[in-house]
């Protein structure tokens, strides 16, 4: 596997609406630090529903955009979904919470799944891409940086599994908002995944007692 490209964006409007988005993300050249907020550089405009340290960066695989391609019946552009790095040789539904890439210093472990929105659908001008998109079943991947470092296109890039129970990213998207039971509840919260999943399953499991 190797960094195909790093995507980073400014804040744009999307037409018709009022107000701005870091959705329009572009492929750039050379060197781009990553540190625990994601991309230096990098536009993030709803910081509520955006970013953070648990959704510090945004990944795509290769084979997934190569199969949304065939889909959209046109070339993918990197960036277009709004991703901050398209990584080769990776098929997103093959991907855990918990699993790790890394590229020089920079290690990024896996803790959500992309859940789309309105905004992405505006993005994809396709009012019914959120229902496209989650029938799919190949949801992008949201990580964490558990060390920074500098990065750019054609670096390799190291992939570790997690070593515990998996949770794939079509699983934690079909799961999503959902009260989950007894050892489901429990096979998630083994797992490192972002602090607002993590603190929705915990309130469900003191309701519980």
Known sequence: MKILALCTGNPERLPGKSYKTGIFKHAVNGAVMIDAEGLVGDAICNR??????????????????????????????????????????????????????????????????????????????DPKFVKRYTAAARPGIYCRVTRGGVVEPGMPMEYTSFSGDKITMPELMETFGRRLQGADRARYLAAPIHYKLRAMLESQADEAH
């Not at 955006?50 to 510090?56: C, K």
């Not at 990584?87 to 590229?103: E, P, T």
């Open 48 to 125: 509520k529903h955006h970013g953070g340290v648990d959704q510090a960066v945004y990944v795509e695989g290769s084979l997934t955009l190569d199969w949304w391609s065939s889909e959209l019946g046109r070339p993918y552009e990197a960036g277009t979904f709004g991703e901050n790095i398209v990584i080769s040789d990776l098929d997103n539904r093959d991907v855990a919470v918990g699993d790790r890439f890394a590229a020089g210093d920079l290690i990024l472990e896996v803790t959500a799944c992309r859940m789309p929105c309105a905004t992405f659908a505006a993005r994809m001008a």
